[in-house]
């Protein structure tokens, strides 16, 4: 049940992360949206439990989760940012 909670919150993660970090290079719609906001969850909970913030059964947050999308999303930004900028 824990992976189940951890893709909701990600979902919703997701949607907030968009919402706070909105950009021309940033993936669009409902399912990167929510990839996103999955791998933010997943990528917090795990910093977390690698931290000692959460124990080894314990997931992260929606705030741990909102911030580890915005580290996915800035991420991601920073990629594509350089490879449409390249130039011949």
């Not at 959460?54 to 490879?83: C, D, T």
Request: no cysteine; hydrophobic share 55%.
């Amino acid at each position: 049940m824990g992976i189940i909670w951890t893709i909701i919150i990600g979902f919703v993660a997701g949607v907030i992360a968009k919402f706070i970090m909105p950009g021309n290079n940033e993936p669009a719609g409902f399912i990167l949206t929510t990839i996103l906001g999955i791998v933010g969850a997943f990528v917090a909970t795990f910093l977390g439990q690698a931290l000692g913030w959460y124990g080894p059964n314990q997931g992260a947050g929606l705030i741990g989760a909102v911030v580890g999308a915005i580290v996915v999303l800035a991420i991601y930004g920073f990629v594509a940012g350089r490879r449409s900028t390249t130039t011949l």
